[in-house]
């Protein structure tokens, strides 16, 4: 077992990536409002960024202005460009415009723009995250003009060492098969064979007990010598069957009587007794896989439906049979337990574990991990089961994502205050 961060170490590492998000963020704020030209820097860095009347981002140099807007009422998210020089409109026809957007991982989206009624139309559909490095190029009147900044969002970075000191974990997004199942109650109890009630076959005087209560037996041994009263000779009555001695009736001297003399107890096999309700019962089927989870018992047994009670409980609930291996004798009759039955079995192309996601902003979300930066995944989401989730958008396959302890890049994320600037 992985041992536990100690309290020292934890505060550690937390006061490390709080420095770190700290500086990160810091260099970040400062980039994300820099706009480079190219013959140069562009005056003192804003704090925060010019908006125009569009509610887009202003991008300014000498008398040429170009508002950039990312627009989504109505439509998926794309960019929409109005410019002006000296502070008057420019028919949008007479500039021309590329958008490069580079994400993380180095995945970029070339965007160019058509005409539509006073402004440009870019021709691609900005998915999120919106966190990425912007470049722009404009052409007006012969001249280029050229724009860089950051957009980050819902990105931060953390050091190997210390993401292996808080123990944040990533595992690589693939197909996964999903086991549906219901989750039932029972009980154990013994097949109907398991008792075997074993009589004198003449009656006669017990000489001889030849076994104790809770002796185990084998097939064949020895377990009470008797003399027949007819023929006053003696003889053996053996074990019919393997077992343990549940029942002893028997003492030295006395007459058999016709009675039960021993009564054999074989455990080693044991019977799941699981009640399933009316809306689950057409789902479950002779050999349907079952997952036993037993007291005392750290792993799981696994096992399949063999059988059902004809009759229904006075609570409509229908009985199913699951064979268990006792040989071991770890368990014993009327042992409570939980079961998961599965119901449908389905392979799908991508899939993440549940512990991983979590909220930003109104999407449910992963934390894709490139190099030592981590970034959200919104993701579109399927059927479920067990410790997996479907994934039918947002996420590309063989990404590395965050499975464990993810709610620390959340927590860093949201301190840093990672905006979303349209």
């Given at each position: 077992?992985?041992?536990?961060?100690?309290?020292?170490?934890?505060?550690?590492?937390?006061?490390?990536?709080?420095?770190?998000?700290?500086?990160?963020?810091?260099?970040?704020?400062?980039?994300?409002?820099?706009?480079?030209?190219?013959?140069?820097?562009?005056?003192?860095?804003?704090?925060?960024?010019?908006?125009?009347?569009?509610?887009?981002?202003?991008?300014?140099?000498?008398?040429?202005?170009?508002?950039?807007?990312?627009?989504e009422t109505g439509v998926p998210p794309?960019?929409?460009?109005?410019?002006?020089?000296?502070?008057?409109?420019?028919?949008?026809?007479?500039?021309?415009?590329?958008?490069?957007?580079?994400?993380?991982?180095?995945?970029?989206?070339?965007?160019?723009?058509?005409?539509?009624?006073?402004?440009?139309?870019?021709?691609?559909?900005?998915?999120?995250?919106?966190?990425?490095?912007?470049?722009?190029?404009?052409?007006?009147?012969?001249?280029?003009?050229?724009?860089?900044?950051?957009?980050?969002?819902?990105?931060?970075?953390?050091?190997?060492?210390?993401?292996?000191?808080?123990?944040i974990m990533t595992e690589t997004a693939?197909?996964?098969?999903?086991?549906?199942?219901?989750?039932?109650?029972?009980?154990?109890?013994?097949?109907?064979?398991?008792?075997?009630?074993?009589?004198?076959?003449?009656?006669?005087?017990?000489?001889?007990?030849?076994?104790?209560?809770?002796?185990?037996?084998?097939?064949?041994?020895?377990?009470?010598?008797?003399?027949?009263?007819?023929?006053?000779?003696?003889?053996?009555?053996?074990?019919?069957?393997?077992?343990?001695?549940?029942?002893?009736?028997?003492?030295?001297?006395?007459?058999?009587?016709?009675?039960?003399?021993?009564?054999?107890?074989?455990?080693?096999?044991?019977?799941?007794?699981?009640?399933?309700?009316?809306?689950?019962?057409?789902?479950?089927?002779?050999?349907?896989?079952?997952?036993?989870?037993?007291?005392?018992?750290?792993?799981?047994?696994?096992?399949?439906?063999?059988?059902?009670?004809?009759?229904?409980?006075?609570?409509?609930?229908?009985?199913?049979?699951?064979?268990?291996?006792?040989?071991?004798?770890?368990?014993?009759?009327?042992?409570?337990?939980?079961?998961?039955?599965?119901?449908?079995?389905?392979?799908?192309?991508?899939?993440?574990?549940?512990?991983?996601?979590?909220?930003?902003?109104?999407?449910?979300?992963?934390?894709?991990?490139?190099?030592?930066?981590?970034?959200?995944?919104?993701?579109?989401?399927?059927?479920?089961?067990?410790?997996?989730?479907?994934?039918?958008?947002?996420?590309?396959?063989?990404?590395?994502?965050?499975?464990?302890?993810?709610?620390?890049?959340?927590?860093?994320?949201?301190?840093?205050?990672?905006?979303?600037?349209?």
């Amino acid at each position: 077992m992985k041992p536990k961060l100690s309290l020292s170490l934890l505060l550690l590492c937390q006061f490390a990536l709080f420095s770190m998000s700290s500086h990160a963020m810091s260099g970040q704020h400062n980039n994300d409002h820099a706009e480079v030209s190219g013959s140069g820097a562009h005056g003192a860095q804003e704090m925060e960024p010019e908006k125009g009347p569009h509610r887009g981002r202003m991008l300014r140099e000498g008398d040429f202005a170009l508002e950039l807007a990312i627009f989504e009422t109505g439509v998926p998210p794309e960019f929409r460009v109005w410019s002006t020089y000296q502070g008057k409109a420019i028919l949008p026809e007479e500039m021309e415009l590329n958008v490069k957007l580079t994400r993380l991982g180095g995945v970029v989206d070339d965007i160019n723009f058509r005409v539509e009624g006073d402004y440009l139309r870019g021709d691609t559909v900005i998915y999120e995250p919106h966190s990425f490095v912007v470049e722009i190029e404009a052409k007006y009147n012969g001249k280029a003009y050229r724009w860089q900044y950051d957009n980050f969002e819902g990105r931060t970075q953390i050091e190997s060492k210390v993401a292996e000191a808080m123990e944040i974990m990533t595992e690589t997004a693939g197909p996964v098969t999903l086991h549906q199942t219901i989750k039932v109650y029972g009980k154990l109890k013994l097949p109907a064979d398991a008792k075997r009630s074993i009589q004198a076959r003449f009656d006669g005087e017990i000489k001889a007990v030849h076994v104790k209560k809770g002796q185990k037996v084998k097939q064949g041994q020895l377990l009470l010598t008797v003399e027949s009263n007819e023929s006053l000779k003696s003889y053996r009555i053996v074990a019919p069957v393997s077992g343990i001695v549940s029942q002893l009736s028997a003492y030295n001297g006395e007459q058999t009587a016709g009675r039960e003399l021993v009564q054999l107890t074989n455990t080693d096999k044991l019977i799941a007794e699981l009640a399933v309700y009316p809306m689950d019962a057409e789902k479950v089927h002779d050999q349907t896989p079952v997952t036993l989870s037993l007291n005392g018992i750290e792993q799981p047994v696994q096992t399949q439906i063999s059988g059902a009670e004809t009759a229904l409980r006075t609570d409509q609930a229908k009985l199913y049979w699951a064979e268990i291996d006792n040989s071991q004798q770890m368990l014993s009759e009327g042992l409570f337990i939980t079961a998961e039955i599965e119901v449908d079995t389905i392979d799908v192309p991508l899939a993440v574990k549940q512990a991983g996601l979590q909220s930003f902003r109104d999407f449910t979300v992963v934390y894709a991990k490139v190099g030592e930066q981590y970034e959200v995944r919104m993701l579109e989401l399927g059927r479920s089961a067990g410790e997996w989730v479907e994934v039918l958008g947002g996420l590309n396959p063989s990404t590395e994502y965050v499975t464990t302890n993810s709610y620390i890049i959340k927590a860093d994320i949201e301190k840093s205050g990672a905006s979303h600037d349209h």
